[in-house]
């Protein structure tokens, strides 16, 4: 049963640009969080989705950022125009329906230069 | 969501027991408390949760007293690879609210 797979672990974008980070849950889970770490800090909560549904958005900037979770495929974290302040770790986790058990993926480190 | 205190680093040494403490004054009666740990360049991973009096499981122990505005998680005899960011959080993880709120966590550091 594998764990929550993110990819790609690094990623390195010039200002201006777009940045897609990708989240697969783990089997059975159908909640999906995002996370943001900024280095030396602890995690900041951004988003909250059920298939297809943002639950909880209130962690999110409200320009430039937005989050998805499609019927089919991935959770994705999409960032347009990036800046430098965007270089961050990018963690997701993922949640059965009922219960705690929430689970963190490796993260996706974002490079801005 | 109640608010955590907890001390910003520890050291310790290979083979002590190290006892991490965290405040939650305002801690609900349906809130329960959990820890997570970060190794670095890694995900958070759960270590114990508990609601009341002394959980204890294969890794820690978690140690609540009745007025639950305090918990203390114990790691027996540390080694090198606890070297870690512990975060403690409390809440209730099945409210419509589901997102967890990390704190700043401790940093504890186990020296040979």
């Known amino acids: 049963n594998a764990g929550v797979m993110q990819n790609p672990r690094h990623l390195v974008r010039r200002r201006g640009q777009e940045a897609r980070l990708r989240c697969s849950p783990m089997?059975?889970?159908?909640?999906v969080y995002w996370y943001r770490q900024l280095p030396e800090e602890g995690l900041k909560f951004m988003v909250y989705?059920?298939?297809?549904?943002?639950?909880?958005e209130s962690g999110m900037p409200k320009e430039r950022f937005s989050a998805e979770f499609p019927k089919e495929g991935p959770s994705i974290l999409r960032i347009q125009q990036v800046v430098r302040g965007d270089s961050a770790a990018y963690f997701c986790?993922?949640?059965?329906?009922?219960?705690?058990?929430?689970?963190f993926g490796s993260g996706t480190r974002l490079t801005v230069v | 969501l109640a608010k955590t205190t907890q001390p910003i680093s520890m050291d310790s040494y290979e083979g002590q027991e190290v006892n991490i403490t965290c405040s939650h004054n305002?801690?609900?009666?349906?809130?329960?408390i959990t820890w997570y740990q970060q190794f670095p360049s890694q995900g958070p991973r759960f270590i114990i949760q508990?609601?009341?009096t002394k959980v204890t499981n294969e890794v820690a122990s978690l140690f609540i007293p009745a007025d639950r505005k305090s918990s203390t998680l114990s790691l027996p005899r540390v080694s090198l690879s606890d070297t870690a960011v512990y975060y403690c959080?409390?809440?209730?993880?099945?409210?419509?609210?589901?997102?967890?709120?990390f704190g700043s966590g401790t940093r504890l550091q186990v020296q040979p």
């Open positions: 959080l409390v809440g209730d993880g099945d409210t419509g609210r589901r997102a967890l709120t």
């Open positions: 986790a993922s949640s059965p329906p009922r219960g705690y058990g929430y689970t």
């Open positions: 305002n801690i609900a009666t349906n809130d329960y």
């Open positions: 989705l059920q298939k297809e549904n943002i639950i909880d």
């Open positions: 508990g609601y009341k």
């Open positions: 089997k059975g889970h159908s909640h």
